[in-house]
């Protein structure tokens, strides 16, 4: 995704947000910096979802719902092993571009997207899907991923403020 694309969602909130157009073109470029970590002018579009959707605010059930449904790309209400892991890590190193936090190592991720298919009763080899309820239950349930939501529920208690300029802070977290 491409700042003029990212730009283009928050501008359609302006009149419902009560901020003018600069003001919400500046927010959306702060963001854009934030995650555009090799600066090379774009961003994961689905990890940028990801990301925002753990950290605003939502409940846990409803961001892991939102999360997921953004990797069934099928459609289906499953998820492969390589959807879930890639679920995770893209949610993860998008929240960690936020907070400067390290990522977990994928194979921690891949070693918890197994644990969810084997408590499933499902093949974690790669050759079965987990249904989306019992992901999310997984998800509600394991003391791991329970701890992840937690920490990144709210960017203020992350520290994701440590990292920005005091002119992005103003336009990123706090209220117009």
Known sequence: MRLASLRWAPAQLTTELGVNRVKMDDKSQALFKLLDTDNNGLIDAIEFLAALAVASGLANYDTLDFVFKCYDFDGSQELTIDEVTLAMKSTLTGLTKLSSDSPPREEELEMQAM??????????????????????????????????????????????????????????????
């Open 115 to 176: 644990d969810a298919f084997r408590q499933s009763g499902k093949d974690e080899q790669g050759n079965d899907k987990i249904t989306m309820v019992a992901i999310l239950q997984y998800c509600t349930e394991n003391p791991e991923c329970r701890s992840w939501m937690e920490y990144y529920d709210d960017p203020n208690e992350i520290g994701l403020n440590k990292q920005v300029s005091q002119q992005q802070k103003n336009y990123l977290l706090f209220p117009f």
